[in-house]
């Protein structure tokens, strides 16, 4: 690590802030779209599980006050 800082330690800074991570976008850039694809899509079907459980609860909380107060059960 200590390596790393002194080659950079004499490069101007736009390499340490602009270049190198322009760098990294492009090497990493798919696998980095990837993650975020895979990460997005999962909180997407957790949304869709909390939206389909929570009306399963109403409508079975609906269906048995309705037919609790008919005395059919």
Do not use: C, E, H, Q
């Given at each position: 690590m200590a390596a790393?800082?002194?080659v950079l330690a004499g490069m101007p800074w736009w390499v340490k802030?602009?270049?190198i991570p322009v760098i990294a976008l492009v090497?990493?850039?798919s696998l980095i779209g990837t993650v975020l694809g895979v990460l997005?899509?999962?909180l997407f079907k957790v949304l869709v599980f909390a939206v389909l459980v929570g009306g399963l609860i109403y409508v079975v909380r609906k269906f048995m006050s309705s037919s609790s107060?008919?005395?059919d059960w």
């Amino acid at each position: 690590m200590a390596a790393i800082r002194n080659v950079l330690a004499g490069m101007p800074w736009w390499v340490k802030w602009i270049a190198i991570p322009v760098i990294a976008l492009v090497v990493f850039g798919s696998l980095i779209g990837t993650v975020l694809g895979v990460l997005i899509g999962l909180l997407f079907k957790v949304l869709v599980f909390a939206v389909l459980v929570g009306g399963l609860i109403y409508v079975v909380r609906k269906f048995m006050s309705s037919s609790s107060s008919r005395g059919d059960w």
